[in-house]
């Protein structure tokens, strides 16, 4: 069988494939946090970032297209798997008993339905603009004194101070670490990174970067209704 | 019978799923049994219980066991809703009755995957493992006279990690104990056993390529790493071995695709 072929229809193959679309949503969250991050730096700073993002322009688009697939592809595969694990055992236990399964591994369809209606929300809110027409024209003059760029700053002020919205994103984000805190091991152990060595370490450095991920994404809607992030003048 | 013990005895309530055939309906019946000693094995428990069944023209309950000392992996059945009942590194047959209270309802279950259908009560028929087995679990070699014991070297630490992944026992409790029903740690195993060896080398590709395909066809579910398979294995199997398999495969699929293949058709002349 070709090797397309094998990755998509194969049992190990899927797990590839879900590995690796999970690693590179892994590392765009990461980096989308960072980028984020900057909320707390003068507001030229986030301002121009966005701008450098959105001047790609053809390449932004090829890197939309790119988590869009890699996004496809892992809610397909996982709806695929779990509807093929499910028919494996056609007759239930009648004593459910769980020896090790974490409940964070357990609960990764949950976590996911909340992570996709809000991925959904979050482009609907910021990329898309829906419910906020006079965002589209506040801008902000770059360090240079005449460059116009989108007011990135002012629009996360405004959308946190909406305690709902700071709520759900809180949440949101919450569950994105659970689910993370299964995805980063088993996408370690799925591509084959994992030994009796290194599971320790491993398992360390995805307990601390879930809680990392979660802390700073939540300092972000706090820092804004606690009044530390203002709008600026 | 129970053999005379000092030892206290004490009374528990098997819950045992019974179904005539496949296609016969199942359920749960109960079965009292008093005087049990602590040193009884389970399935020394089930004779006894069965014993009595066929005294009173009854259908004994049908279990799979063959060793009766853990080295077979027949004695296949979930007990209290894991695989090999309570314990570490235990099969069903190395299970005694002190790990059970008295006044206990111990509920016993075949082992449940749609690769392995029930035959008959606790009877599973998991040939699927076989399948899965002759389809690369093997190496090629000319048979003749004994090879020298030292002829290939073995590096210590390949030899005894291959013989931690060579300890699988085919029991099928990895299966049992997933909630997906799937077979990697078993795979895992047998694809590990050999692939360590030197002797394993040239068939190494085709072995995992192979191993896994049957596996997928059996109709085994696929891993989502939770790792219930290593915890409920009689021989602590770990599921390290399944992140080997996984390198394994992913390096045996690139090769295949691109590793230039011979065009020559056979020997001289
Ligand atoms: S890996 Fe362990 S649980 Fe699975 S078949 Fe082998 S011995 Fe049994
Ligand atoms: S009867 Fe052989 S392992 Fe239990």
Not at chain 1, 16 to 23: E, H, I, Y
Not at chain 1, 43 to 60: C, D, F, R, T
Not at chain 2, 31 to 52: I, K, Q
Not at chain 2, 230 to 248: E, G, Q, W, Y
Request: glycine content about 8%.
């Amino acid at each position: 069988m070709n090797l397309l072929g094998s990755l998509f229809s194969s049992s190990i193959g899927r797990k590839f494939l879900m590995a690796a679309t999970g690693l590179v949503l892994f590392g765009f969250v990461t980096g989308h946090l960072l980028g984020n991050l900057q909320i707390f730096l003068p507001p030229q700073k986030i301002n121009a970032y966005g701008h450098m993002l959105e001047s790609l322009g053809a390449g932004l688009w090829l890197i939309r297209l790119f988590l869009l697939a890699c996004v496809l592809i892992h809610i397909w595969l996982a709806i695929q798997l779990t509807l093929e694990n499910r028919a494996a055992r056609p007759q239930d236990y009648g004593v459910a008993h769980i020896n090790r399964a974490t409940l964070a591994s357990r609960l990764m369809a949950r976590t996911s339905i909340v992570v996709l209606a809000f991925i959904l929300f979050h482009l609907a809110h910021y990329t898309v603009r829906a419910g906020h027409p006079l965002w589209s024209e506040h801008t902000f003059t770059l360090a240079d004194g005449y460059t116009k760029v989108r007011d990135i700053h002012a629009m996360m002020v405004e959308g946190f101070s909406n305690v709902a919205v700071s709520v759900f994103y809180i949440i949101a984000v919450g569950l994105l670490s659970y689910h993370l805190a299964h995805g980063i091991g088993s996408m370690l152990q799925t591509l084959g990174l994992k030994n009796e060595k290194w599971t320790r370490g491993l398992e360390r450095f995805a307990v601390a970067y879930c809680w990392g991920y979660f802390l700073l994404n939540a300092a972000i809607p706090l820092a804004v209704l606690g009044g530390f992030v203002k709008l600026h003048a | 019978m129970v053999a005379p013990t000092a030892k206290k005895l004490f009374s528990v309530t098997l819950r045992i799923w019974r179904q005539a055939g496949p296609q016969q309906p199942g359920k749960f019946v109960d079965y009292p049994a008093a005087n049990v000693s602590p040193d009884m094995s389970f399935l020394e428990l089930l004779d006894v219980v069965n014993d009595g069944l066929t005294k009173d023209d009854g259908e004994p309950i049908a279990f799979a066991h063959d060793c009766r000392e853990g080295i077979c992996g027949t004695c296949s059945c979930t007990i209290n809703g894991k695989p090999h009942g309570p314990g570490k590194g235990i099969a069903t047959c190395q299970l005694y009755m002190r790990s059970f209270a008295d006044g206990d309802t111990i509920v016993v279950e075949p082992f449940r995957a749609r690769a392995f259908p029930l035959v008959k009560d606790l009877v599973t028929d998991r040939s699927a493992f076989d399948q899965v087995q002759q389809a690369g679990g093997f190496i090629s070699v000319r048979t003749g006279a004994a090879p020298d014991a030292n002829s290939i070297p073995v590096p210590k630490e390949d030899a005894d990690l291959a013989m931690d992944a060579a300890a699988c026992i085919g029991c099928g409790a990895c299966v049992a104990a997933c909630k997906n029903a799937s077979a990697m740690l078993f795979v895992a195993a047998k694809v590990s056993h050999l692939g360590l060896m030197p002797q394993g080398q040239p068939e190494r590709d085709k072995r995992v390529l192979a191993m896994v395909q049957m596996m997928d066809a059996a109709g085994f579910g696929n891993c989502t790493n939770q790792y219930e398979c290593s915890a409920v294995c009689p021989k602590t199997i770990t599921h390290d071995f399944i992140a080997r398999m996984n390198r394994d495969y992913a390096v045996a699929l690139f090769r295949e695709k691109f590793k230039p293949a011979s065009n020559a058709s056979g020997g001289a002349g």
